[in-house]
């Protein structure tokens, strides 16, 4: 079983930036790939971006170039570098995780609201 634990959610204006953090915890786990996705109010839940266990990187391409996904290893963590936000990037974040028997696991969520 994996716990996921968001953090870093908030209000910023347009073109700020904000870092969101998952922190992993639970035993008997080994974590393959790492990642976030994101509901916005009345559309579906899209990708953001995934990282593997050995930095292999992926995102959506609404936010290529904006948003730099990263993990550490050794601490079960992964972050979410988000600049140049847009009022679209609104949201919830949800911190994913698959293990290395192929079982998905997601947080609770972390809001993100961008004004205008």
């Known amino acids: 079983q994996v716990q996921l634990v968001e953090s870093g959610g908030g209000l910023v204006q347009a073109g700020g930036s904000l870092r969101l953090s998952c922190a992993a915890s639970?035993?008997?786990?080994?974590?393959?790939?790492m990642g976030w996705d994101r509901q916005a109010p009345g559309k579906q839940r899209e990708l953001v971006a995934t990282?593997?266990?050995?930095?292999?990187?992926n995102y959506g391409d609404s936010v290529k170039g904006r948003f730099t996904i990263s993990r550490d290893n050794a601490k079960n963590m992964v972050y979410l570098q988000m600049n140049s936000l847009k009022p679209e990037d609104t949201g919830v974040y949800y911190c994913?995780?698959?293990?290395?028997?192929?079982?998905?696991?997601w947080g609770q969520g972390t809001r993100v609201t961008v004004s205008s």
């Open positions: 994913n995780a698959v293990t290395s028997r192929r079982l998905a696991y």
């Open positions: 639970g035993s008997g786990f080994s974590i393959n790939s």
């Open positions: 990282i593997t266990s050995v930095g292999s990187t």
